[in-house]
Every structure is written in C-alpha cells, then in structure tokens.
C-alpha cells in the first residue's frame, strides 16, 4: 500500500522545501557527469595516470550509471521509493568524498563507478518524487523543475570544473557534493517518508539481471571507445558489439515471458511513452553533442580558453530557467502537438545558426546562438516529456523514468560518438578538397603565398601558416557538417508529434 497521494500533496514551505532537496539531488548528480571533464589532465598527472587512461574517470562513472537506470523501477519496488533515493543520496556523497580523497588511480576508478551506481538512482527517483508530491494539474511545474536539472546541470558542469580545478585543486569537485548530499538526504528523508511505498519481496530475476549488465557495459564501452580504436576496424570494438546484441536479443526474449521482470516492458506497449521517450532522446542527445562539440571547437580552432568558452556557452542556461516552468504550465491550455512542431522548427534554426560558425566568428555570435537555443528548447522538451508519461499508472512510474532517462542517456552518448566520428571524417574529406583548390599548381595556392610572405619571415612559414590554416577551416568545415546532421534528425519530429494525443494529460489525472 502506498502512502502520500497526489490527494494529500505537500503544500507550502514544505513542498518548497522538499523540490528543493530533490532537485538539488538531481542537478548534484548530472553535474557530475560534466564537471570532471576538463579535471582530467590534471587528475591522471596527479594519480600517475596517462591521458588515455584518464578517460576513464568518465567512462567508469557513465557505465554503472546506464547500468543502473533501467533497474531502478526493479530497485524501488523491492526497497521503497523514498528510503531508495535516500540511501542513493547518502551513497553518492559517501563515494564523492572517497574519491576526492582517493590515493591512486585505481582507488578513484572504484569510487567513481560506485558513485555512477548511485547516480542511476537519483535521476528517474528525482523525476518520480517530484510528480508524486505535486497535485495532477501542477505536474507540468513538476517536470519543468526536474527539466532545469537536466538541461542546464550539463553546460554548467565544465565552466564550474574548469573554474573549481584552477583555483582550489581537483579533489573539490567531489568534495563540493559531500555538503550539499547531506542536507538534501535529511531534508527528502524528514520530509517524504509519508510518501513511502511498501517494499515487495518478489524473486530476483538473475538470468535477466545478469543480461542487462554485461549487454549495457559491452554497449557503452563501445561508444566510449570506438572513436578511439575506429569502430568496426577494430576486434575490441567488434567483440563488445556482438557481445552487446547478443545479451540485448536474449533479455528482450527472456524478460518478455518472465513473471518477475527486472525491467517492465509493458511500458512500450504504451505508444505515448515510446514517442515521447524516443523523440526527446534525439533532441537531449542533439543538445549535449551541441553542448560536448561547440566548445572543443572553440577551444582548438579559435584559441579560446576552457574558461572562455565556458562563459560563451552559459548563456544556453538563461532560457530553460525562466522558460521550462512557463511551458509546462501553459501546456494545460495549447495544443502540444503545436507546441513540438513550433519547437523542433525553431531548434533546427538554432542548429543552423550553430552551422554557420566560421574561423571569423565572434564570442557575441556565439553567446547568441546558445542563448536563442535554450529559448527555444523548451518548447520541444516540455511536450515530450510529459506526453511521454500520459496515462502511466502510478506504480509504473518509476520504472517508466528509469527507461526514460536510460533511453536518453544512451541515445546522447550514442550521438556524441558519432559526431565525434563524422566531424573526423568530414575534416579529412574537407582537407583533401581545400588540397586541391590550392594545389601547388594552381593560382590560389600562389595568391594565398604570396599574401602570407610578405607577413611572415621565410617561405617556410609561409607554408607551415597556409597548411594550419587549411586544417583548421577543414575542421570547421566539417563542424558545420555535425549541425547539419542534427538539423536532419531533428526536423522529423514535427512530423512524430502528430502521433501524440493535443494536450498534455498530467500522469495520474483522468484523461
């Protein structure tokens, strides 16, 4: 029997006290998986670690927690919603100062995987809190609250990393969670145990269980590494592929007839959940790429600084603080299907705006562009997601947001190594195209020489400064393309939102 329904939601500072707690919760834990990127140089120099080696601080966290996300309805069901996320909260704070005081490389690997594990919980418990102690017709406020975390904890992460690592040294960027997770354990735990659902002792399905894990760990290592060692060129990669569809083919077959399940799959019977889920992975996954590529762009083709192209990104932030809240209450009122398709139209105007960066582009242009694309975003998150959970029974709900957040999580790691992959690939084919047009013998090759000469000491350098000038316009040639891509995968959901029901229904309201 479950206890606090959304008839006896929390009112006043209360329910003020607890979104606040529970978000915190969430933005804590997606900062994470940004904030020690930019630490990696210095963290594998001071644990004695190569560059390569490095990576993994990233790659052990994101593994566990994909692994974890999809049983988290499994978890909740067989120990309660709210003493799951407390102990999840309490867990993540305890490994963030493991690792910030971990000794070596190895230590920190451990910790960090063990911090992913408890961060699989928090993001869809965070989402199915936050819906349970809001009333039915306040729930658009609910997601848009949690989309904040979502969509600004990402951009965030890097600036304060890069920021954090500078002034105060890498280990701060865990100890900075110790604090924050202790407080927002106590409040979530003194304020919702009311909100507690029964625990079910129900079988373990260890055959589906055991699937699940090796498919998803063999899957994300293949995205992780596959820009690395060129994909299907090499055995690893292949190895881990195969490895993968076996285990996801066998699960699916497996769970599909198994009475215990330890991930429901009846939610895809559901054709609201798999379009919603579906259609904001593929605009989540098209922000982080935006997000992942823009600065290192920035960085190695313009000469900005990590902190410089942290502050010209921020601006992405403005627009889903002010906006998210206002969408997701408007939604009770205008057609969602409208709402996506106006959406997607203006996030692929935003991508194209992001395509016609050039080596003369300025830090103004820039910072406009990402502002114009977080005023638009949510115009296509909000609809989404919550048309996504439109007629899921409550009891469902915590699976529904651990294969929500699992699906979009996977889907912007998949996008990511793949942009990386063709904005490599088009750099080459742009280079050998530029070769061409300034091949030795034509007049474009001597005119652009001739111009560099007269600014540079020698021939040499002359030609050394026309060949990096070539490299870095191929490399923003194919920048470009990226954007492109994006704008092609985008485009298509005004059509798919026509699939979606034209208004928003709450999760738990009567439809």
Known sequence: MQRGSAGDSLRGARLVLATIAVALASFMNILDTTIAIVALPTIAGNLAATPSQGSWIITSYSICLA????????????????????????????????????????????????????????????????????????????????????????????????????????????????????????????????????????????????????????????????????WLASTEICVLLGASVLCFGFFLAWEWYEPHPVVDLSLFGHRNFVTGTFGLAIVYSVMVLATVTYPIWLQTVMGYTATWSGLVMAPFGLGPIFLMPLVGQRLQFWDARVTISLGTCLFAAALYLHALSNPDTTAGYVAGSRLFMGLVLPLAWMPLMMLALVGLPQEKMASATGIFNFVRMLAS???????????????????????????????????????????????????????????????????????????????????????????????????
């Open 67 to 230: 692994v974890v996300l999809p049983l988290s309805g499994w978890i909740t069901r067989r120990f309660g919603e709210v003493r799951t996320f407390c102990a999840a909260i309490a867990l993540f704070s305890l490994t963030s100062w493991l690792c910030a005081i971990a000794t070596s490389f190895n230590e920190l690997l451990l910790f960090r995987a063990l911090q992913g594990c408890s961060g699989g919980l928090l993001l869809p418990l965070s989402q199915s809190l936050l819906l349970r102690i809001y009333p039915p017709q306040r729930h658009g406020l609910a997601l848009a609250i949690w989309s904040i975390t979502s969509s600004v904890a990402p951009v965030l992460g890097p600036l304060l990393g890069g920021v954090i690592t500078d002034r105060f040294g890498w280990h701060w960027i865990f100890l900075i969670n110790v604090p924050v997770g202790v407080v927002c354990a106590v409040a979530c735990w003194t304020l919702l145990r009311s909100y507690e659902t029964a625990a079910q002792r129900e079988p373990v399905d260890l055959v589906g269980l055991l699937l699940l894990v090796v498919g998803v760990i063999s899957f994300q290592l293949v995205l992780d590494r596959g820009v690395e060692l060129d």
């Open 413 to 511: 790691s998949l996008g990511t190594a793949l942009a990386v992959t063709v904005w490599d690939q088009r750099s080459i084919y742009h280079r050998e195209r530029l070769a061409e047009i300034l091949g030795p013998d034509t007049p474009q090759f001597q005119q652009t020489l001739d111009l560099l000469s007269q600014r540079l000491p020698d021939a040499q350098s002359a030609l050394a400064a026309l060949e990096r000038a070539v490299s870095l316009q191929a490399r923003t040639l194919a920048f470009d393309d990226v954007f492109y891509l994006c704008i092609a995968l985008v485009l298509p959901l005004t059509l798919c939102a026509w699939l979606l029901p034209a208004r928003a229904f709450t999760p738990g309201a009567a439809a």
